[in-house]
C-alpha cells in the first residue's frame, strides 16, 4: 500500500482535468487522466488498497464525477482528508468510495510512516498513534459494500420483488 499526500484545496480539476469532462465517461478513459496536473506519476503507479491523504476542503470545485469514478476504479482504500467539499462527499457516497474525515491523522503523517486504516472499526493507525473517526452509517457501509448507490438500489428492488413472488 502506497500513500499519496496532496495539500489544502485539491480541486475536481486537479483531480480530472475539466478538458476531458465530455469526451471520458468510462473508467478506462477516465484513469489515465487521474491528478495529471497535480502529480502525473498517480495514474501511472496507484495501486488498488493506496491512501490519499489531504488537507483541507479536498474535492472542492465542479460536480463532476470522474474524479469519484477514476479513483474507485483503480482501488483507493480510502481518501483521509483534514475536511472535504460536499458535493464531492456525496459524489463519493454514490460510488462507494470511502472518505474519512481526521485532521490528526493527516497531521500526524510524516515520509514513510506506516499507515494502517480500518474503516469498519473506525481506526486509522500512524506509526504508533491510533486516530479514532465516527464509523461509517450502516446504510453508506451498505452503498459502498454494493459498489455504490446504483449497484446499492438494485438490490434493494430485487430483494423487494422477491418477497412479492
Not at 469532462?21 to 497535480?38: F, G, N, Q, V, W
Not at 472499526?121 to 465516527?134: C, H, L, Q, W, Y
Request: aromatic fraction near 8%; glycine fraction near 8%; include cysteine.
Amino acid at each position: 500500500m502506497r500513500v499519496w499526500r496532496y495539500g489544502d484545496n485539491v480541486n475536481t480539476d486537479m483531480l480530472f482535468p475539466g478538458k476531458y469532462t465530455y469526451t471520458c465517461s468510462t473508467p478506462e478513459e477516465i484513469i489515465p487522466h487521474l491528478l495529471e496536473d497535480l502529480d502525473p506519476s498517480f495514474s501511472k503507479n496507484v495501486k488498488k488498497g493506496d491512501i490519499i491523504l489531504a488537507g483541507k476542503n479536498f474535492g472542492c470545485g465542479s460536480s463532476r464525477e470522474q474524479p469519484v469514478v477514476g479513483l474507485k476504479a483503480v482501488g483507493v482504500k480510502a481518501v483521509i482528508a483534514e475536511s472535504f467539499a460536499r458535493i464531492f462527499y456525496r459524489a463519493a457516497i454514490n460510488q462507494g468510495l470511502v472518505l474519512i474525515e481526521c485532521p490528526q491523522a493527516v497531521k500526524a503523517y510524516r515520509e514513510g510512516s506506516e499507515i494502517k486504516v480500518d474503516i469498519d472499526a473506525g481506526e486509522i493507525v500512524v506509526g504508533d498513534k491510533t486516530f479514532t473517526f465516527p464509523r461509517l452509517p450502516r446504510e453508506i457501509t451498505a452503498i459502498r459494500d454494493a459498489g455504490g448507490l446504483l449497484a446499492y438500489t438494485r438490490k434493494k428492488l430485487e430483494a423487494r420483488e422477491k418477497l412479492k413472488e
